[in-house]
């Protein structure tokens, strides 16, 4: 990824913090076998700073969407806090096969990981850690149902083991769900919006980010109207 590209996937700078659009199929960080990283790309947006920003939470490798930088030392001691806290609003848009018949509602199973060989894998688990997603229809067609998905905990690998467990396991899922572990569809879930409260004077800043291309299709059987134009939510100072 050329600094070009990395920066035109940015949708959102001030003094604290970037909001970048994950593309799918690469891990934010490196893992132990050292493979090609998201992060591995941020000196482009360092903007005039000494320092790369550094990410204040992670998305799954295939996941897309909103990603919060921290630009410097104290703004990511200070987003890690609102992330902790649950203070950072964030809204996903998923595809899954079939669908709950009801039009919203709230999941709660608590997580654990399924054995430390998987290493980020997760199973239910009733003596695990309180994990709460509250989800809403957005559109329906034959088989498939668009989802906002809302994490009130922030559990590795939450919202696709919720689905799955509920019945509508997100379209792509090649852990959680039926998909293939090679030449399936790429993981239909999206961080579509992040409502971050950076400052204490000013009104939370709201991003969204737009719908990557492979979703694009189901979405649309799905009722989804696509959008006029793909352009950051806020302006970039």
């Given at each position: 990824m050329t600094p070009e590209e990395m920066q035109a996937r940015l949708l959102y700078r001030d003094g604290l913090m970037l909001v970048i659009d994950k593309p799918p199929g690469l891990p934010v960080h490196r893992g132990?076998?050292?493979?090609?990283?998201?992060?591995?790309?941020?000196?482009?947006?360092?903007?005039?700073?000494?320092?790369?920003?550094?990410?204040?939470?992670?998305?799954?490798?295939?996941?897309?969407?909103?990603?919060v930088l921290g630009r410097h030392r104290k703004a990511l001691a200070l987003l890690g806090k609102l992330f902790k806290q649950g203070k950072v609003g964030k809204?996903?848009?998923?595809?899954?096969?079939?669908?709950?018949?009801?039009d919203e509602g709230r999941i709660d199973i608590a997580l654990s990981k399924r054995d430390?060989?998987?290493?980020?894998?997760?199973?239910?688990?009733?003596?695990?850690?309180?994990?709460?997603?509250?989800?809403?229809?957005?559109?329906?067609?034959?088989?498939?149902?668009?989802?906002?998905?809302?994490?009130?905990?922030?559990?590795?690998?939450?919202?696709?083991?919720?689905?799955?467990?509920?019945?509508?396991?997100?379209?792509?899922?090649?852990?959680?769900?039926?998909?293939?572990?090679?030449?399936?569809?790429?993981?239909?879930l999206h961080a579509r919006e992040v409502v971050v409260p950076i400052s204490k004077n000013k009104p939370a800043v709201t991003i969204t980010a737009p719908v990557p291309p492979h979703m694009r299709e189901l979405l649309g059987k799905c009722g989804w109207n696509g959008e006029r134009i793909d352009e950051p939510s806020s302006p970039l100072p």
């Open positions: 132990p076998k050292g493979v090609e990283a998201f992060e591995d790309y941020f000196d482009a947006l360092r903007f005039g700073l000494p320092r790369s920003p550094a990410l204040a939470h992670r998305l799954d490798r295939d996941t897309t969407g909103c990603l809204t996903y848009w998923a595809v899954v096969a079939g669908g709950p018949a009801a430390e060989s998987r290493g980020w894998w997760m199973k239910p688990d009733p003596h695990g850690l309180p994990s709460v997603t509250m989800w809403r229809v957005m559109g329906r067609s034959e088989g498939l149902t668009w989802l906002a998905l809302e994490p009130v905990t922030g559990r590795t690998h939450q919202l696709r083991v919720h689905c799955a467990e509920m019945g509508f396991p997100i379209v792509g899922d090649n852990i959680y769900g039926s998909a293939p572990r090679v030449g399936g569809p790429t993981l239909h």
